[in-house]
């Protein structure tokens, strides 16, 4: 099945501890982006990659990594997590990325509390 | 980037058709209007998409206006699993592909 997965689905973490949330796609998309979702702001975009070892900042990248080592997978770090990155976090992918009437295909989300 | 303007909210009838209007008044000629939906905190869906012409597909119909300037979603016989806050969104500019969601409307079907 074509999908998008994320792990883990929900985290509790302290200020301070370095996480990880990963993401894979079995698609073989090129395009592979980060979101984060928060009430009254709708969603934003953190970090996407066009490819392989190609990364770029989207809307809201402060406090936030990621890489892109293989073309499934494209983790979100965040070295030192503080409580206003308490949030509901999804991955996306597209086939190219950038190409009109392309579509993204969303994972299930990952909700992030930081104390 | 062209912004998008939807009502916070609406109702509608089981089975009867759910109109979802958008407006878009500062896109531009190459930009696409994207419908996206998100059902309870899950991952965005996909809906459908346009450029000028009128578009549909397995679930729902597109109608642009032909000033491009707003756009209907047409879910045709509503179900109460399309209750969910619908998305139109506008393609950002060539070379990138970051779709930018605002609040959405959120539609309540009522049995």
């Known amino acids: 099945e074509a999908q998008v997965t994320q792990n883990p689905r929900y985290l509790i973490t302290v200020t301070g501890k370095k996480l990880t949330v990963t993401c894979s796609q079995n698609?073989?998309?090129?395009?592979m982006s980060w979101y984060r979702q928060d009430p009254g702001l709708g969603l934003r975009q953190i970090y996407y990659?066009?490819?392989?070892?190609?990364?770029d900042k989207g809307d809201v990248p402060e406090g936030y990594k990621v890489s892109r080592k293989e073309k499934r997978n494209f983790p979100l770090i965040l070295e030192s997590p503080s409580p206003n990155q308490t949030s509901l976090y999804f991955c996306a992918s597209s086939l190219i990325g950038g190409v009109p009437g392309e579509t993204q295909y969303f994972g299930p989300g990952t909700r992030l509390l930081v104390l | 980037d062209a912004k998008t303007t939807q009502p916070t909210s609406m109702d509608c009838a089981e089975g009867r058709a759910a109109n979802l209007p958008c407006n878009h008044s500062t896109i531009s000629g190459n930009e696409y209007v994207y419908w996206y939906r998100q059902i309870h905190s899950q991952g965005p869906q996909y809906i459908i998409h346009?450029?000028?012409n009128n578009e549909t597909n397995e679930m729902a119909s597109l109608i642009i206006t032909e000033d491009r300037k707003s756009s209907t979603l047409i879910l045709p016989h509503a179900t109460l699993r399309d209750t969910a806050v619908y998305y139109c969104?506008?393609?950002?500019?060539?070379?990138?592909?970051?779709?930018?969601f605002g609040k959405g409307t959120k539609l309540s079907v009522i049995p």
């Open positions: 346009g450029l000028k």
């Open positions: 698609m073989n998309h090129e395009y």
């Open positions: 969104i506008v393609l950002r500019g060539a070379g990138s592909y970051q779709l930018t």
């Open positions: 990659s066009m490819n392989v070892e190609v990364t």
